[in-house]
């Protein structure tokens, strides 16, 4: 399986000539391709290669929001970020590559959307099925834009060809992300196809994680419902630290937890995920002999690593390594490849964008944030997740549980806050729901005595939208403080 997985990245960086069609249109008319189920499949995976990219969710977008924890701090050129004052040059210069690289994800999903009903050897059901898969796309990416910058342009089918859109509001580009999940919902497979392929499952759970950001907490705890009560997923069970490579391990082709996943694989050489080198220490082994451990923590500077208990399986996920620091100083070891070929891109582990465990937790906390109050049933999805980390059956009652009496909804909120902030380290989501519940500064001033400037909220727009689209006026739509 890891082989087809493969043989799908490959596939993608084949259709990077999607740039061919705007560029040299003569080089492959648009009225000869589109047409069989096997050329969209192709420009299909055009979608995906951008996405996987270093400069976006491969590296440099994990790395990122993960120099804004309240668990871990930046170090060498991400060390600026862990003082929460904003961008230096370095890092505006990095969150612009992922902007170029979102937005080449989109421009390919509009192509698709496009053409695809006018394929001349495509059935209606594909039809709808290939365009869902694009729409699903480019709604995960405009999700992921708008939590990072705020309102961006909207660029769809209708006006791809234009170089000078004004910036949407925020509102507006939520508009678009949930009509493309609407679509994606109705006409996407109940299986996926391939792992890394989303289902309408996972069209569920994205609209139930954008009604969550946007606090509409009732929305998302009816969507995050009907993921569960399809019983499709289930949590891997664990027993120690080391069962963990059963979910995040370099040769999981897939799990039972598996919503949707960013697929890597290190057996091309050059499609693995190149975030793993960015946790890791060279001398440690746990990354083909290398490693940039950008990011570290202190089990006593740190007050939420401090504070978490060491009986917890995913504490047990961080190793001691002196990294000139001092003894205290940890790594994390949640994804690891030591069979991993050199350096670079060659990691076989995957991106777990969206897993059972998320779906779990969110329900939890919408289900008393729409009441006001605790029921029995969000209380047992957050202790599926707890009793899971401590080595316990997630459906069997256990020592470790919660009890519904010993919390007040607003003490519960918190519970499944702290909750999510183990169980998403190194996730790149932490960050996100620091500023979904409004608590980034409270947090990251207890855990790390920093103060959060303001314009270290959102990341600028950068100078290559600036300098080629007019109406997008430097003074006047660029983020606070840039």
């Known amino acids: 399986m890891k082989k087809l997985l493969s043989i799908f990245c490959i596939v993608s960086l084949l259709f990077s000539c999607q740039e061919a069609l705007e560029e040299n249109p003569k080089s492959l008319a648009v009225e000869t391709f589109y047409n069989t189920n096997a050329e969209v499949e192709a420009a299909l995976a055009a979608i995906y290669d951008p996405l996987r990219s270093d400069n976006a969710f491969g590296a440099l977008y994990i790395a990122q929001l993960e120099a804004y924890t309240d668990y871990s701090f930046g170090r060498g050129s991400y060390g600026i970020l862990t003082t929460f004052q904003g961008l230096d040059g370095n890092n505006e210069g990095r969150t612009q590559s992922m902007w170029n690289q979102f937005y080449l994800a989109i421009r390919n999903a509009n192509i698709v959307i496009l053409n695809v009903p006018d394929g001349a050897n495509l059935s209606e059901e594909d039809k709808l099925k290939y365009i869902a898969e694009a729409k699903f796309l480019r709604a995960f990416v405009y999700f992921t834009m708008v939590k990072n910058w705020g309102g961006v342009p909207v660029r769809t089918e209708a006006n791809m060809t234009e170089i000078e859109i004004p910036r949407n509001t925020a509102e507006e580009v939520y508009e ?189 906390e919408a289900d008393a944030r729409a009441s006001g109050s605790i029921s029995s049933d969000a209380m047992e999805k957050l202790n599926m997740v707890h009793r899971r980390a401590y080595g316990y059956d997630p459906n069997m009652a256990s020592e470790v549980d919660f009890e519904l009496a010993d919390y007040s909804a607003a003490m519960f909120y918190e519970l499944v806050i702290k909750e999510r902030g183990y169980e998403t380290q190194m996730e790149g989501k932490r960050w996100l729901d620091l500023k979904r519940t409004g608590q980034v500064k409270e947090r990251i001033k207890a855990a790390t005595g920093k103060d959060v400037a303001e314009k270290h909220l959102l990341w600028p727009i950068p100078n290559s939208e600036l300098n080629f689209n007019s109406l997008i006026d430097p003074a006047t739509d660029q983020n606070p403080g840039y």
Not at 253 to 274: A, D, M, N, P, Q
Not at 313 to 322: H, I, V
Not at 327 to 355: C, E, H, I, M, Q
């Open 176 to 364: 678009l992300i949930f009509e493309d999940l609407a679509f994606a919902e109705a006409n996407l497979p109940g299986v996926a196809p391939l792992p890394g392929k989303p289902s309408l499952w996972a069209a569920k759970t994205v609209l139930a994680d954008v009604h969550f950001y946007r606090q509409e907490y009732q929305q998302a705890r009816d969507k995050s419902l009907e993921v569960i009560s399809s019983e499709n997923y289930s949590l891997v069970p664990v027993t120690v630290a080391e069962d963990f490579e059963k979910i995040y391990g370099p040769t999981v082709v897939t799990s039972s937890e598996e919503i949707f996943y960013l697929k890597f694989s290190r057996l091309s050489g050059s499609e693995g995920w190149f975030f793993v080198q960015f946790i890791h220490h060279p001398g440690s082994g746990l990354f083909g002999g290398g490693g940039y451990y950008a990011h570290y923590s202190d089990v006593v500077a740190n007050s939420t690593l401090a504070s978490m208990d060491r009986d917890d399986l995913r504490f047990q996920l961080w190793y001691p390594w002196n990294i000139g620091l001092g003894a205290n100083s940890v790594l994390s070891k949640k994804f690891s490849d030591p069979d991993a070929a050199g350096g670079g891109r060659t990691a076989g582990n995957d991106y777990p964008f969206y897993r059972y465990a998320d779906v779990l937790l969110m329900y939890a």
